[in-house]
């Protein structure tokens, strides 16, 4: 019975990487830099693999980038409000440097998505106006970030008992226990 809240989980997450209504398509991604602040914001799911391997794409010139130089180990955190299911990961997020990977993933991201990864100036940096933001015409910060997660917790908010469940990477399988909400 335990392994198929790791199955649901499986399930839920290959459905949000291809679905843009699903719940857990955006999800919270946590990184704690040398200043030892978390800092949190939101990313979009772009894969899921059956390993469990998460794909998030980003600007290589973002203050998570940094963080991640810093610090590889991140928080995941996804909700579904209509079944009151949250997942929490903990994992090792790396970048990928494989030039392949790299321009097939850029050849199917939307033209007009593209844009937000040729700006000229920094995330972050100080605008007078939105409107003002200037963008490159032959280069880009695309980079793609994969989040191997170690620690998986399930949780879902329902009567007569909420259920917990915490599982493990151990090697390359998972193992679980239920624990207390």
Same mark, same amino acid.
């Given at each position: 019975?335990?392994?198929n809240?790791?199955?649901e989980?499986?399930?839920? @997450? $290959? ?8 719940? #857990?398509?955006?999800? %919270? /991604?946590?990184?704690?830099?040398l =200043?030892?602040?978390?800092r ?7 894969k ?13 010139r ?5 963080? @991640? $130089? ?8 996804f #909700?579904?409000?209509? %079944? /009151?299911?949250?997942?929490r990961? =903990? ?6 440097h494989?030039k ?18 040729t ?11 939105p409107?003002q ?9 695309f ?12 949780l879902?908010?329902?009567r ?17 226990e239920?624990?207390?909400?």
């Amino acid at each position: 019975m335990i392994q198929n809240y790791l199955e649901e989980i499986k399930t839920e @997450l $290959q459905r949000a990487a291809s679905d843009k209504d699903h719940p #857990y398509r955006y999800f %919270t /991604l946590a990184t704690v830099g040398l =200043e030892r602040v978390a800092r949190l914001r939101t990313v979009v799911l772009r894969k899921f693999e059956k390993d469990l391997k998460l794909i998030f794409y980003t600007d290589s010139r973002s203050k998570k980038m940094i963080h @991640l $130089q810093e610090n590889k180990n991140v928080g995941l955190l996804f #909700y579904n409000p209509q %079944t /009151l299911t949250q997942i929490r990961m =903990e994992g090792i997020a790396n970048v990928i440097h494989d030039k392949e990977a790299i321009s097939q993933a850029w050849d199917e991201i939307e033209l007009k998505a593209r844009k937000d990864y040729t700006t000229v100036s920094t995330p972050g940096t100080s605008l007078d106006s939105p409107d003002q933001l200037d963008y490159l015409d032959d280069e880009d910060h695309f980079c793609i970030i994969e989040v191997i997660p170690f620690k998986i917790e399930y949780l879902q908010l329902k009567r007569p008992n909420h259920i917990r469940v915490n599982y493990s990477r151990e090697n390359d399988r998972w193992e679980g226990e239920f624990i207390v909400p």
